[in-house]
């Protein structure tokens, strides 16, 4: 049995745990987040012919990055960053936490979620962003939990990419 | 040395050897200074690969011969072991921790030994008496006794064993209790390193402390921490410290012999699926009965009970067995036509012999009536013939053919007979060869009852009437020929009764319809008789057995309509008796 650690990241209210939610069906309740400050999920997906049992720690966010707490990614095999694309800030904030994050566990496979993509009214970032603010060097995907779009693509993307990383 | 400057003269070498005696003389302290530098020089010449294939055998021979290398080392290996703690102090933890974790247990083991021993000897004073009820109870409720037991007695129970990566908190493997399914030990697994964290991160304790247990209900989570994985169980009840020395030992060993495993731990639980024997091991169920440490004085019960038990089940089942035996002998005793000669009892097996008149009843069945088992029994029997009053009437019944219609009972030597009988016996009683024990035979308040072929044609017979015309006493042609063959009929019935010692009489009643005066009427109904009987002497009936009867409108035979009525009773009607001799044989 294959299984890798999860952790999304981002900063509050930018759909960390409804992305979860949306590609789970949790055991654990929601409550949990508050007060522990992490939740976890499972999924088993398939890369190629290896199933891979994904473990999601969905992190508890905070305003700021000086509390993200670092313990909590330990280990992980995979990061999912995630941006609120009508909110323009929780994209550059991201830059702070992917900072804090390698800071503990070092380069890993990581992807960003531009999530609420079904805002298109409120949404921010341009679809050409020449320079696009936010974590260097990581692959992006539109998401919306609210409409499905982008989740499984995300989650899949991370595992194969786990799979591909030789350090992990 | 001596020189002895004649020595060689004589052979004519005196000059050499005085020459290298006096080169002794004049260089040989340099000489052998020389020698000793040419060794020094070539030992210095020992290269790095020489001196590493000695250095191991130099070290251990010196250390042999005095302390004074382990002197010399010692302070630059703690500088080195001080400057790799600093360095990096969870490699270091990671290397000792097998080593470390036994040995500090063992000291604090030693101190505690006392207390637990305490405590456990108070848990098994009560054990016997506590067993012995809840035996009890198990009996009384039907509840299976484990259940009891377990219900009453369940020190702890350990259900769960989780081994988490540290790092990660991704499950290594997990076993649980045979009778429980926990379908998302990765999920708890998880959750347990991620409380482990808040834990740390809320209340910032000391420097590797964590939250080592904690309740849920009747569940306690114990959780040990070793530097590279967490071994944590879910223990219902009263974990004891030994368990904690378990999960240690086992944490410790899964550190020991996987090591290589843990540190190149990717996600892949698989390499882990060998420690699952281990985790086992840590999965156990402790009732206040199997805790071990019984006192000494209360061991003896563990084997005293079930030994009393055997020796009470022998004990019972030999009383009963010969409680049994001497009911079955008393009841075979009292039983009439058989007499118990010899009796005797193997273990299982039961042996009477003893005689038997014929027709007593089976000693097998008396047993049995008396609901004891005939299996276990086996009779040697003898015939004989019993004078006991039941058997002589018992005897006496068969031999008459008597049913149970007829009341029989023995006064002296004659056998007195009442009720049905059925008339063969009348004639049996008669004609003597009486069964042994009887003198005589009293059928006087006995009825004789006619054998069915005989029976049906005296019904048949009683069943005829004769019908007549208004105030006449003559007779149609057919009513003729009928009773020519009725005739015959009673003749048939005369001669199979007196084929069996006895005789039947004829009743023949006359009647008339109720007109006409009284007078008339009777003399009618004479008439009529009169008249049947003429034909029937005619038929060749002996008249001696004809009882007249002219009854006329005295005792009419009954019908609802009065017309019907009128018209039956003008007629002779026919009634049969039967009278059997009574006199039987005497006095054989
Ligand atoms: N329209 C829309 N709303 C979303 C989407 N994802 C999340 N939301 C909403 O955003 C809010 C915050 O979502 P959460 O999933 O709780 O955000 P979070 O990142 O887990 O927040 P923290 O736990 O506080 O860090 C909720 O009101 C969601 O309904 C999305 O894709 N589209
Ligand atoms: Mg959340």
Redesign the interface.
């Known amino acids: 049995m294959l299984q890798k650690k999860i952790c999304m990241v981002g900063v509050f209210g930018t759909g960390k745990t409804c992305l979860v939610q949306q590609y789970v069906h949790s055991i654990f309740s929601v409550k949990y987040l508050s007060t522990v400050g992490v939740k976890i999920d499972k999924k088993e997906v398939q890369v190629g012919d290896q199933p891979v049992t994904l473990m999601l720690w969905d992190l508890e966010g905070r305003d700021s990055n000086r509390d993200v707490n670092g313990s909590y990614v330990r280990g992980a095999h995979g990061l999912i960053y995630v941006a609120d694309g009508t909110r323009r800030e929780t994209v550059e904030q991201l830059s702070e936490i992917q900072d804090m994050v390698t800071g503990v566990v070092g380069e890993i496979p990581s992807v960003m979620a531009l999530n609420k993509i079904d805002l298109t009214d409120e949404w921010q970032l341009g679809s050409s962003d020449e320079n696009p603010p936010g974590p260097n060097g990581v692959h992006r995907i539109r998401t919306s939990a609210k409409t499905g779009e982008g989740v499984e693509a995300t989650f899949q993307w991370l595992a194969e990419a786990t799979m591909r990383n030789p350090v992990t | 040395m001596t020189l002895d400057p004649h020595e060689n003269v004589a052979n004519g070498e005196k000059p050499v050897a005085e020459f290298a005696a006096l080169r002794r003389l004049l260089v040989g302290p340099e000489q052998r200074r020389l020698q000793e530098l040419s060794e020094e020089i070539e030992a210095r010449e020992l290269t790095a690969a020489e001196l590493a294939d000695h250095l191991p055998e130099a070290i251990a021979l010196r250390g042999s011969r005095d302390r004074q290398l382990g002197r010399a080392l010692g302070p630059t290996i703690e500088t080195a072991l001080r400057e790799s703690i600093r360095r990096n102090p969870r490699e270091m933890a990671t290397a000792i921790f097998p080593i470390l974790g036994p040995a500090i247990r063992k000291a604090i083991a030693e101190a505690m030994a006392g207390l637990v021993r305490s405590i456990n000897n108070a848990v098994d004073q009560s054990l016997s008496v506590r067993g012995l009820k809840w035996r009890v109870e198990a009996w009384r409720t039907g509840v299976p006794y484990p259940d009891i037991v377990i219900k009453h007695a369940l020190v702890y129970r350990v259900e769960q064993v989780f081994l988490v990566?540290a790092?990660?908190?991704?499950?290594l493997e997990h076993v649980s209790a045979p009778d429980l399914s926990v379908p998302?030990a990765?999920?708890i697994s998880?959750?347990l390193t991620?409380?482990q964290?808040?834990v740390?991160?809320s209340f910032r304790p000391a420097e590797g402390a964590m939250l080592r247990t904690f309740s849920v209900g009747e569940h306690t989570v114990q959780v040990e921490a070793g530097p590279q994985a967490l071994l944590a169980i879910v223990v219902r009840g009263q974990a004891p410290d030994t368990l904690l020395r378990r999960q240690q030992d086992t944490l410790e060993t899964v550190h020991l012999e996987f090591a290589s495993q843990l540190t190149n731990f990717?996600?892949?639980?698989?390499p882990f699926e060998p420690a699952r024997p281990l985790l086992e091991g840590c999965l156990e169920t402790v009732l206040t009965t199997t805790q071990p440490g019984a006192p000494r004085r209360l061991r003896w019960l563990r084997w005293a009970v079930p030994l009393f038990l055997i020796v009470a089940v022998i004990g019972g089942l030999y009383v009963r067995s010969a409680l049994r035996w001497g009911r079955a002998l008393a009841t075979l005793r009292a039983e009439p036509g058989v007499v118990v000669v010899d009796a005797s009892r193997g273990w299982r097996r039961w042996s009477i012999s003893g005689m038997k008149d014929p027709v007593a009843r089976e000693p097998s069945a008396v047993l049995a009536a008396a609901g004891l088992s005939s299996r276990a029994l086996s009779g040697t029997w003898e015939s004989y013939l019993s004078l006991d009053s039941a058997i002589v009437i018992a005897r006496a019944t068969r031999s008459l053919g008597l049913t149970s219609t007829a009341a029989v009972s023995l006064r002296s030597d004659t056998l007195f007979v009442s009720g049905v009988v059925p008339l063969e016996a009348f004639a049996r009683a008669r004609q003597g060869g009486l069964p042994p024990g009887i003198a005589g035979v009293d059928l006087r308040s006995a009825s004789p009852v006619l054998p069915a072929a005989l029976e049906s044609l005296r019904q048949s017979i009683d069943a005829e009437l004769v019908q007549f015309e208004p105030g006449s006493s003559e007779l149609p042609q057919a009513s003729m020929t009928r009773l020519t063959t009725f005739a015959s009929r009673l003749r048939q019935l005369n001669d199979g009764v007196a084929a069996l010692g006895a005789s039947t009489r004829l009743v023949l009643t006359g009647r008339t319809d109720p007109t006409g005066a009284d007078e008339t009427n009777t003399a009618l109904a004479q008439r009529r008789v009169d008249r049947v009987a003429g034909l029937l002497a005619l038929s060749g009936v002996d008249t001696s057995r004809l009882i007249l009867d002219a009854v006329a409108t005295a005792r009419p035979l009954p019908a609802d309509d009065p017309a019907e009525r009128a018209r039956i009773n003008r007629s002779v009607s026919f009634a049969v008796t039967v009278s059997a001799d009574h006199r039987t044989a005497r006095g054989q």
């Open positions: 990566h790092e990660t908190g991704l499950l998302d990765d999920l998880g959750m991620a409380i964290d808040f740390r991160d990717s996600g892949e639980a698989l």
